[in-house]
C-alpha cells in the first residue's frame, strides 16, 4: 500500500472518530464523546470519511468477484444480491442481481435521508402550546383549554436529562411547562391534544403485527413523547396511542408544576388560539445521521410525512413514499424497480434494487451543490464502533473491515442486508449494497460482516500485464 492511501485509510484516528461520531462532519455540531465508544484494546481507529482520490488505484471487476467470491458464497446468506461499485467513477466492479428488486429492509431509510437532506436539511421540528381563555375571560384567566399540537417529533422527551446517545438535544416537555407558566396561566379547563399534522393509518401495509408490542415502532403520530417509550431510548412496549398518552404526560407535567388541568383530550386546535409556548428539535440534518445510525423507524416515518407535507401531498404511508420517489427522481435516482409502503423498511411489501442503494450513496459522496447530503455518509454506523454496528467486526476474520466500514443495516425475519462505503487496501472508495434472503440471525450478519472486511482488504487493482521477451536473433 503506498503512503497516501496508508494515511487515507488510517489519518485522523480518534479525533476524527470524535467528529464523525458526533455529526460535525455532516456540517453542523453535536454532542459526542472524543473517543469511539466500544473501541477497546487491540481496536483499530476510525479513519476519515476519504476523500475522492483520482490518483489511487482503481479496482478491476475481476479481482473484486474473485475476493469476495468464498465469503458470498456462503450457504449463511443464501445466495445474496450483490452490487459494489467505485465512488469516483461509478465503474460497477460487481454485480449479482444488482438491478433486481429486493426486500432492502432498514437499508431503505437511505432514501428517506437523501430526500430529507436535499429538501430541508436545516428546518427544525416544533412542538407548539395554544391557549384560548374561558368567553368572556381575561386572557389568562381559569379555565380555557390549552392544546398540545404536534409537529412530527418523535425526539420531543419527558426526561428532565438525557444522556446524549439518545437524542441529540432534544425538545423537552419541561420548556413548554416553563413557558406556560410565564404566560401566567395556572389552571385550566381542557388539555387536548392536536396530531392532526398527520393523516391516515398509523400502520403501514406488511407491518408485522408484533412491531409495536416488541418496540420496533410506535404507531405514526404528529404528536408523541420519548416516541412512545416509558422513557428516552427504553426497550419494550410502545404506547398504541401516542397522542393520548403524550396530552397525559404533559398534563401530569403541569399538575407537577402547579398548573391545574380539569380534563384531557384529542382535537384540532382553535386557529384563533394564542401561542403561548414552542420548543424545537434538532435541525433535520442531525435528525437524518441519527435516524441511520440506530436505524430509528420514528423518525424515518416522521420525516416522510413531513416531505409529503412539503410537496403538498397527505401527511400519510402513501403520501410520505411518493414524495420520497418524487424527490429522488428529481436527483435523479432511478425508480425502476421500487415498490415501497413505507420509508422505514418495516414493510414486508418493500423493494428496491441494490443498484439504487448504491446510486444513493454514490449522490451523497460526490454532491458538491448539496453539501448537506454529506451526512448520509456521515451519519451511517461505523463497523465495530457506533450505531447498529458497534457491537460488530470484533472477531478475526472480520477485523479488517473494524473501523473502515461505513454502512446502514437492513434485518427483517426473511432478508439482512447492508450498504455503506469502505475504503479499499489501495485507497479507493468503493460502494456496496449486499442484500441476503436468509433469516436475519447473528451468523448471518457475521457473514456479512465477512464480505465486507474482504471488500475492506481489497487490493484489487488489475494485474500487471506480462511482456513475453522478444526471440533473440
Given amino acids: 500500500m503506498t503512503s497516501a492511501a496508508s494515511a487515507a485509510r488510517v489519518g485522523g484516528l480518534t479525533a476524527i472518530a470524535g467528529a464523525l461520531l458526533a455529526g460535525s462532519l455532516g456540517g453542523a455540531p453535536t454532542a459526542g464523546s472524543a473517543a469511539p465508544p466500544g473501541a477497546g484494546p487491540g481496536r483499530p481507529g476510525v479513519a476519515a470519511l476519504a476523500g475522492l482520490d483520482p490518483a489511487a488505484p482503481g479496482a478491476d471487476p475481476a479481482a473484486v468477484a474473485a475476493r469476495l467470491g468464498p465469503s458470498l458464497s456462503d450457504p449463511l446468506l443464501a445466495g445474496p444480491a450483490a452490487y459494489v461499485v467505485d465512488a469516483l467513477t461509478g465503474r460497477v466492479l460487481l454485480d449479482v442481481r444488482g438491478q433486481e428488486p429486493a426486500m432492502p429492509a432498514s437499508t431503505l431509510k437511505t432514501a428517506v435521508a437523501t430526500a430529507a437532506l436535499a429538501t430541508f436539511p436545516d428546518t427544525r421540528l416544533r412542538t407548539t402550546v395554544l391557549y384560548s381563555p374561558p368567553t368572556g375571560g381575561a386572557p389568562t384567566a381559569p379555565g380555557g383549554t390549552l392544546w398540545l399540537v404536534g409537529g412530527g417529533d418523535p425526539t420531543l422527551t419527558a426526561a428532565p436529562t438525557i444522556g446524549p446517545g439518545v437524542y441529540p438535544a432534544p425538545a423537552r416537555l419541561a420548556d413548554l411547562v416553563t413557558q406556560v407558566r410565564a404566560a401566567g396561566i395556572t389552571s385550566v379547563a381542557r388539555l387536548l391534544g392536536d396530531a392532526s399534522l398527520f393523516t391516515g393509518p398509523d400502520r403501514a401495509p406488511g407491518w408485522r403485527d408484533n412491531y409495536v408490542t416488541d418496540g420496533d ?10 416516541a412512545g417509550r416509558a422513557a428516552p431510548g427504553a426497550t419494550g412496549p410502545r404506547s398504541p396511542q401516542p397522542a393520548a398518552t403524550a396530552t397525559t404526560v404533559f398534563a401530569g407535567a403541569l399538575a407537577a408544576a402547579g398548573i391545574q388541568v380539569a380534563s384531557m383530550g384529542l382535537g384540532t386546535a382553535d386557529p384563533t388560539a394564542r401561542r403561548i409556548a414552542t420548543v424545537d428539535s434538532p435541525p433535520v440534518r442531525l435528525l437524518v445521521e441519527k435516524m441511520l445510525a440506530e436505524s430509528d423507524n420514528d423518525l424515518a416515518e416522521s420525516l416522510g410525512r413531513l416531505l409529503a407535507r ?42 428496491v434494487p441494490p443498484a439504487t442503494l448504491v446510486t444513493l450513496l454514490r449522490l451523497g459522496a460526490r454532491s458538491t451543490d448539496r453539501p448537506a447530503l454529506r451526512s448520509l455518509l456521515t451519519g451511517l454506523p461505523v463497523a465495530g464502533f457506533s450505531g447498529t454496528l458497534a457491537d460488530r467486526y470484533a472477531t478475526p476474520d472480520s477485523a479488517a473491515g473494524a473501523g473502515q466500514v461505513r454502512a446502514k443495516t437492513g434485518t427483517l425475519r426473511n432478508v439482512t442486508g447492508i450498504a455503506g462505503d469502505v475504503v479499499d487496501a489501495d485507497g479507493r472508495l468503493l460502494l456496496f449494497a449486499f442484500l441476503s434472503p436468509a433469516e436475519e440471525a447473528s451468523t448471518t450478519k457475521a457473514a456479512l460482516d465477512r464480505v465486507t472486511s474482504a471488500l475492506a482488504g481489497c487490493g484489487c487493482r488489475p494485474a500487471p500485464a506480462t511482456v513475453s521477451n522478444p526471440p533473440v536473433r
Fill in 310 to 351: 412539503h410537496r403538498g401531498l397527505p401527511a400519510s404511508f402513501d403520501g410520505a413514499t411518493r414524495a420520497v420517489t418524487t424527490t429522488l427522481a428529481e436527483l435523479g435516482i432511478p425508480g425502476t424497480g421500487t415498490a415501497i409502503s413505507d420509508v422505514s423498511g418495516l414493510s414486508t411489501n418493500d423493494r
Fill in 217 to 226: 415502532v410506535e404507531p405514526v403520530s404528529a404528536l408523541t413523547v420519548d
